[in-house]
């Protein structure tokens, strides 16, 4: 089973900062089948990217993601109000599918 | 409109039973696969089974096989997940997603959720 483990836990940024989101495979992911998902409270998780890097439809511009092999990264480059949310990666690259613990994006 | 809409869940007692739904609409249903997906409260996501878009191959987390069951209808447009033999460390929100699209899982659309509770 491939490990998802996300850095840092908690994040703590003010509106219009960077957000720079890790995420370190325990073995490398298959064709850089890696996704990326926000969670708001009491909402269910959105797709942001897929493919390692390709924005899910609707996604602004504002989010990216990067990286093969074993280290992936998500970038918000100007952080927006509605963005502060947990954010998720997810590999799909092989059996079991697993998620991350998570990365908490929180006000300063 | 992409839609799933999910019922079933509620208070059960260890060791009962409970059968989720999940109905889709606003896509081609038979062209997708399913999957279920879990969120203890407080906690993080945890993948618990797929099925193909035929219905004929599914697939089962660890923790749940043997236990839970995914099945679909595809004239009722509906994804079923039946939970048998709840332990505590079942309690958690049900979410239906839907595959991006095939032999892609990772999931563009999610049902709303549905919450288990097991407790006596």
């Known amino acids: 089973e491939i490990v998802l483990t996300q850095s840092p836990g908690t994040l703590s940024l003010s509106p219009g900062e960077r957000a720079t989101l890790s995420c370190r495979a325990s073995q490398s992911v298959s064709s850089s089948r890696l996704a990326w998902y926000q969670q708001k409270p009491g909402q269910a998780p959105r797709l942001l990217i897929y493919?390692?890097?390709s924005r899910a439809t609707g996604i602004p511009d504002r989010f990216s993601g990067g990286g093969s092999g074993t280290d992936f990264t998500l970038t918000i480059s100007r952080l927006e109000p509605e963005d502060f949310a947990v954010y998720y990666c997810q590999q799909y690259g092989s059996s079991p599918l697993t998620f991350g613990q998570g990365t908490k994006v929180e006000i300063k | 409109e992409v839609q799933l809409l999910e019922s079933g869940g509620g208070l059960v007692q260890p060791g009962g039973s409970l059968r989720l739904s999940c109905v889709a609409s606003g896509f081609t249903f038979t062209n997708y696969a399913m999957t279920w997906v879990r969120q203890a409260p407080g906690k993080g996501l945890e993948w618990v089974s797929a099925i193909s878009e035929g219905g004929d191959i599914t697939f089962y987390a660890d923790s749940v096989k043997g236990r839970f069951t995914t099945s679909r209808d595809n004239s009722k447009h509906t994804v079923y997940l039946q939970i048998n033999s709840l332990r505590a460390e079942d309690t958690a929100v049900y979410y239906c997603?839907?595959?991006?699209?095939?032999?892609?899982?990772?999931?563009?659309?999610w049902g709303q959720g549905s919450l288990v509770t097991v407790s006596s």
């Open positions: 997603a839907k595959n991006l699209r095939s032999g892609i899982a990772c999931y563009d659309y």
């Open positions: 493919g390692a890097s």
